[in-house]
């Protein structure tokens, strides 16, 4: 089985417009920040900022990356050193809503270290999840989010692969059958 | 994965034997710590099913701190173990003692020891990672990680080609030899300065420039790392002294601001501590805005932190 596109470039300037639009819907972005879950999820964030202030003028909106590695439950065990990425949350967190923003969400694991590092920079009124990308039926742990830009039904073998106009020209989210070396 | 993300060691003997990418990783590892220690909350769980055993066969009082606290801020559980007082003195054998203390469910050692060579030793003995916390006037590893990680902060990453040198008591200094390792692997020039007697004899041939005039040496360097005069390893009393008095080693080799006026750049001052004010450095220069003195103090903890990280991940 080929590669297959789950999302070409046109569908994914429509989702990212679309979780704009729901993000305004319900929060108030003069009390609400976005933090970014490092590496893949504060490109999102990113994107969705600009977004957000086309939208809302008036507001500077706060973009937070969040480095979750020291905080990962697999450090130890996991078959690969795990190297950390650069945190830059600029600001604190405390009684403020918080919109964690990540690419994919599969086990559920990573947003569950991104909780508690997140509590280490203050401790947020209220926290919701908004991914690009929803692996449903893989979850270890009972985590679900609150904005989804698509779901997708994957196995476990296969790799959801989001690119970045950025990094690959295109934005668009690709399912490989294989996990890329 | 490529060797960028773990260690070429299991074990953090010495600087000799570690690799520029070593260096590399455990700085950028450290810079992230550093961003944790900065944060209202400075802890992370990384560590937290991890035991670590800091064994000082040899007084230190800020290592010691340092490295507790480091191990602390990862969440690891500590026991600390101290010569005084213990069964060494009543003539256990190291390999014994670190054994009675592996049984007891402990991942990693951190030792300080007189003997140089020690935690090569029990590298070759114990079935655990061991950190060189200072071995005798061998090596102090973790002090020129430090060291080096502050100096990237205050010169740029780049130390290629800078001149950095290392002033006073080289003889008796293990800060020396672990400083002159990782300076030459980051590809700095290095220069040892103070008088023939506290300079060791082959040193030039680790490819250091040898130096007795401070004055030429304040002129030539970009940073200078001024060391503390070790009259604790300099024999007794009565024996042969290595210089005539303290005042005369302050007249020729003590750091000024006013022989500091002679450097036209913006020198770097680094000590490893505990300082001697009035001797190898004058209150002035240590309480200047050249001064990274305290700073070097604040990125030990997260140096150490990264080389506890690093050296705590399974291995292939």
Not at chain 1, 126 to 144: M, W
Not at chain 2, 122 to 142: C, F, Q, R, Y
Request: charged share 25%.
């Amino acid at each position: 089985m080929q590669n297959q596109v789950l999302i070409p470039p046109a569908q994914f300037a429509l989702i990212l417009d679309r979780l704009a639009h729901q993000l305004i819907e319900h929060h108030d972005f003069s009390e609400t920040d976005l933090v970014g879950l490092q590496p893949r999820g504060s490109r999102l964030a990113e994107r969705l900022k600009v977004h957000l202030e086309e939208l809302l003028p008036e507001n500077t909106v706060n973009c937070g990356k969040l480095d979750v590695t020291f905080f990962r439950d697999d450090i130890r065990t996991h078959e690969k050193p795990l190297s950390p990425n650069v945190n830059d949350m600029g600001f604190t967190v405390e009684n403020r809503h918080v919109v964690l923003v990540d690419d994919v969400l599969f086990t559920g694991r990573t947003i569950r270290a991104g909780l508690d590092a997140l509590l280490a920079h203050g401790r947020p009124k209220s926290v919701s999840l908004a991914v690009l990308i929803d692996r449903r039926f893989s979850r270890e742990l009972p985590i679900e989010p609150n904005y989804i830009g698509k779901h997708v039904d994957s196995i476990g073998a296969q790799h959801v692969l989001v690119e970045w106009a950025e990094e690959q020209e295109l934005d668009r989210v690709i399912l490989l059958n294989s996990k890329p070396q | 994965m490529s060797d960028s993300s773990s260690l070429s060691q299991r074990s953090l003997l010495g600087i000799r034997g570690l690799t520029c990418a070593d260096l590399d990783l455990i700085h950028s590892t450290a810079r992230e710590f550093k961003d944790v220690l900065n944060r209202p909350i400075k802890k992370v769980p990384s560590l937290r099913d991890f035991t670590v055993a800091n064994l000082f066969f040899e007084n230190s009082t800020r290592t010691r701190l340092s490295f507790e606290l480091a191990e602390k801020r990862l969440s690891a559980d500590v026991v600390n173990f101290s010569a005084a007082g213990s069964s060494v003195k009543k003539g256990e054998t190291l390999v014994d003692t670190v054994n009675n203390i592996l049984a007891m469910k402990v991942d990693m050692v951190v030792m300080r020891h007189p003997h140089p060579g020690a935690h090569h030793f029990l590298a070759s003995k114990v079935d655990v990672p061991i950190v060189n916390a200072g071995d005798g006037t061998h090596e102090h590893p973790t002090q020129a990680l430090l060291d080096t990680f502050s100096l990237r902060q205050s010169l740029g990453e780049d130390l290629t080609g800078r001149n950095i040198a290392i002033v006073g008591d080289i003889q008796h200094s293990r800060v020396a030899l672990s400083n002159i390792w990782a300076l030459k692997l980051l590809g700095a020039n290095v220069r040892v300065c103070g008088p023939h007697t506290l300079i060791p004899k082959h040193l030039s041939k680790l490819g250091v420039e040898v130096s007795h005039d401070l004055d030429d040496t304040i002129r030539w360097a970009d940073a200078l790392n001024m060391l503390r005069i070790q009259l604790e390893r300099q024999g007794s009393e009565d024996s042969v002294r290595f210089f005539p008095t303290l005042r005369e080693y302050t007249m020729r080799y003590g750091l000024t601001l006013e022989r500091l006026g002679q450097s036209s750049k913006s020198l770097t001052i680094m000590h490893p501590g505990p300082i001697n004010r009035g001797v190898e450095i004058s209150s002035e220069v240590a309480d200047s805005e050249h001064s990274i003195i305290l700073e070097q103090v604040e990125n030990g903890v997260a140096v150490r932190m990264a080389v506890l990280y690093l050296l705590a991940q399974k291995r292939g």
